[in-house]
């Protein structure tokens, strides 16, 4: 990371002429990317490092081209000479996702919400004209192709996980005449390819946008079937048909003449669901296969918003076994398989959560009748205790914790025992067991451990309701001042 850092200052000093005052590692997003935040005498920019130099020359392509046309995307100000690192314009941190989450379904969210549906017309129209798609960092188009490489995904990571019947031949024969359907749309313009609120950042109450280096040539209504049927937004259906209205209208306006709404509505329901299916492909690789927990989490939501769209409109097109599958995806069966048993006010069962250190104190005794639990050694996770200026901190610290996060494999680890520890509080909760105790160990109960033990809580608060009661054994014998998390 170090080596990033000098890296990324360079190249900062070479476009500004002088050392940045401060760089702050980002959090890591869902790609290999790596962001820092420069900050110089008046103002802050982003570094960007990827490893993948096509998709580095994509997004810096696409990025000076909409620039010049003046449309909501982030300057690229410098780009290194091997193209691995990159500055562009800071954008802030706040995103429509953070904005809906804060604040909720108001009046002020509707409007950035159509503002953002405004400044896409005008990306997908003006940023089509002389765009050169041989740049595109995959497909040049969202055809055919591309269209069967969604459904596909979704049949070999999600369906064929479920292990229930179908008649495999026809149901490709279903995604052919589907994608045939889709392909032959009236408009193709440039398609951002992953258009959700968490790739629009506001600023000064205006919309940008970020990640669109998968971009190609494509529907209109895909970008915006991917926003407003976003899984974790969760926008009522008021807001998905006014703020579709709204976008036709902008569409209209950008293209200067008339739409064919009652189609473009047909065909919008066929890239809803497209959109949709490639979500749940997506959360069946990343929770069913790779077992990364807060994607299995997800899966029950893609498949109340896959069954809330599936029992309200028509695709346009007769697709028999395809109708089928989606039967039996979202049968209440399958929903309720991916749906964890959550406790309830009468739920007796308590998680008593710890940290520890092993140098002081040890392995802390169950008191409970019935004893047992689970024991977690972080001691192979890299301890920031040994970088000078973090030995004085702990691991609700906010430098600590970007440590763990982003330069060990403290999320690797977790993962794996969030998997462990949820399969025996679920079947706790169901069997009415009162006591469970889990507790994390590192050399001095302060850095790591404690780290591992709010995001334990954390998680079996959100995901299973369940009561919890904290304790930072270490800690607490220091009087430690930062105040533990209430035991609700």
């Known amino acids: 990371m170090q080596h990033l850092i000098g890296e990324i200052s360079a190249l900062y000093k070479k476009w500004a002429g002088r050392d940045p005052v401060s760089v702050d590692v980002l959090p890591q997003s869902g790609s290999e990317r790596r962001y820092f935040r420069l900050h110089g005498e008046k103002q802050t920019l982003i570094g960007t490092y990827g490893a993948n130099i096509k998709e580095n020359e994509t997004f810096i392509y696409f990025s000076e081209n909409f620039s010049s046309k003046k449309l909501a995307v982030p300057a690229i100000h410098i780009v290194s000479e091997d193209k691995l690192f990159y500055i562009q314009e800071d954008l802030g941190d706040v995103s429509l996702l953070n904005q809906l989450e804060s604040k909720g379904l108001t009046d002020e969210v509707y409007e950035q919400f159509r503002k953002s549906l405004q400044a896409l017309a005008q990306l997908q129209v003006k940023g089509d004209d002389k765009l050169d798609y041989n740049k595109c960092l995959t497909n040049k188009e969202f055809g055919k ?160 918003n896959l069954k809330e769209f599936f029992g309200k409109q028509s695709m346009g097109i007769s697709v028999p076994e395809f109708r089928k599958v989606l039967d039996i995806c979202v049968a209440d069966e399958v929903i309720q398989q991916f749906t964890p048993t959550q406790a309830t006010d009468e739920t007796p069962l308590v998680v008593r959560i710890s940290s520890f250190s092993y140098r002081n104190g040890g392995i802390p005794e169950d008191n409970s009748e019935n004893g047992g639990g689970f024991v977690f050694d972080c001691r192979g996770i890299l301890n920031p205790g040994r970088v000078d200026r973090m030995k004085t901190q702990t691991g609700r610290d906010k430098e600590v914790k970007d440590f763990l996060e982003q330069q060990s494999k403290m999320p690797e680890f977790l993962n794996s025992v969030f998997d462990i520890v949820d399969t025996t509080v679920e079947e706790y909760i169901k069997r009415g067991f009162e006591s469970l105790m889990v507790s994390f160990g590192c050399t001095g109960g302060q850095h790591r451990s404690v780290y591992a033990a709010d995001a334990m809580a954390r998680h079996l608060k959100n995901k299973f309701k369940v009561k919890i009661e904290l304790r930072h054994i270490v800690q607490e014998s220091k009087n430690w001042q930062n105040p533990l998390p209430d035991k609700k």
């Open 145 to 304: 192709q591309a269209i069967m490489a969604d459904l596909l995904y979704f049949k070999y990571y999600f369906l064929d996980a479920l292990r229930k019947p179908y008649d495999k031949q026809k149901l490709i024969d279903d995604f052919e005449a589907l994608s045939n359907y889709l392909t032959h749309t009236e408009y193709k313009y440039f398609m951002f390819r992953d258009f959700q609120s968490r790739n629009i950042m506001i600023r000064d109450d205006q919309p940008y946008f970020i990640d669109y280096q998968g971009g190609m040539k494509g529907a209109p209504q895909y970008d915006v079937a991917s926003m407003l049927w976003q899984a974790r937004a969760n926008l009522p259906e008021e807001w998905k048909n006014d703020l579709l209205e709204d976008y036709m209208n902008s569409f209209e306006k950008t293209i200067g003449k008339k739409l064919d709404r009652s189609i473009f509505r047909s065909q919008f329901n066929g890239y809803v669901l497209i959109r949709l299916l490639q979500v749940l492909g997506a959360y069946g690789f990343r929770g069913l296969f790779e077992r990364k927990a807060q994607f299995l989490t997800s899966i029950p939501l893609a498949l109340r």
